[in-house]
Antibody
C-alpha cells in the first residue's frame, strides 16, 4: 500500500525557517517525480515545487523561489522541503504527493499524504 | 505562467442531477489536464488525467473532455458521495497550476 506521511509542520515566526519531511513507503520511491502542494486555510490548492527522480531537476512556484528548497533522499525514501524567510502568506497545509507514472499522466498526482500544517505568525 | 480559471465557483445540485464544471487555460495546454476531488479535511483524490482518461477505480459517472484551452468535468448522475470540491490542474509546463476550485453542494 502506497503511503506518504508528512511531518515537521508547526508554528513559526515571520522570517523563520522550517523543514518538512515526507516518508514514503509501498512503492519504489526513486522511480517517481515528487511534489509539494499547499492549501491555505479555506482556500484552493497551490502547487509549490517538484523534483525529478534522481534529484537533478527542481521546479518552484515563483513566490517561493529563493526561499524554499525541495530535496530528496532516495536511500531513505524521503522527500523534504526546506522553507526559509517564511511569510504569513505561506501559512497552509502542505501535502507531499507522488507524480503519476502512467504514460500521459506524469504531472498529475496519484497519491497524497495527509498534510502537515505550517502556521507563520508572531 | 499558465493561469487556470474554473467556473462556477459554487454549484448547487440534487442527487441524480447531471453536473458540468468548466476549466479554461490562459494558453493552450494540449490535453495535459487533471481533475481532482477533495472533501473537507482530506487530501485531494485524482479522478481524471490527460483531460479524459479515468483513473482506475473511479466511477464511470465521472468523465472529462476538452483540449487546448477549454475543458469540462461531467458527473452524469450526482451521488451523495460526490458533494465535494473539484479542482483542475494543468501539467503542460513544469510549473503546474490549479484552478481555484468548484464546490458542489446540496441543493
Amino acid at each position: 500500500e502506497v503511503q506518504l506521511v508528512e511531518s515537521g509542520g508547526g508554528l513559526v515566526q515571520p522570517g523563520g525557517s522550517l523543514r518538512l519531511s515526507c516518508a514514503a513507503s509501498g512503492f519504489t520511491f526513486r522511480r517517481y517525480w515528487m511534489s509539494w502542494v499547499r492549501q491555505a486555510p479555506g482556500k484552493g490548492l497551490e502547487w509549490v515545487a517538484n523534483i525529478k527522480q534522481d534529484g537533478s531537476e527542481e521546479n518552484y512556484l515563483d513566490s517561493v523561489k529563493g526561499r524554499f528548497t525541495i530535496s530528496r533522499d532516495n536511500a531513505k525514501s524521503s522527500l523534504y522541503l526546506q522553507m526559509n524567510s517564511l511569510r504569513a502568506e505561506d501559512t497552509a497545509v502542505y501535502y507531499c504527493a507522488r507524480d503519476n507514472d502512467i504514460v500521459g499522466a506524469t504531472g498529475s498526482c496519484d497519491y497524497w499524504g495527509q498534510g502537515t500544517l505550517v502556521t507563520v505568525s508572531s | 505562467d499558465i493561469q487556470m480559471t474554473q467556473s462556477p465557483s459554487t454549484l448547487s445540485a440534487s442527487v441524480g442531477d447531471r453536473v458540468t464544471i468548466t476549466c479554461r487555460a490562459s494558453q493552450s495546454i494540449s490535453v495535459w489536464l487533471a481533475w481532482y476531488q477533495q472533501k473537507p479535511g482530506k487530501a485531494p483524490k485524482l479522478l481524471i488525467y490527460k483531460a479524459s482518461s479515468l483513473l482506475n477505480g473511479v466511477p464511470s459517472r465521472f468523465s472529462g473532455s476538452g483540449s487546448g484551452t477549454e475543458f469540462t468535468l461531467t458527473i452524469s448522475s450526482l451521488q451523495p458521495d460526490d458533494f465535494a470540491a473539484y479542482y483542475c490542474q494543468q501539467y503542460n509546463s513544469y510549473s503546474r497550476t490549479f484552478g481555484q476550485g468548484t464546490k458542489v453542494e446540496i441543493k
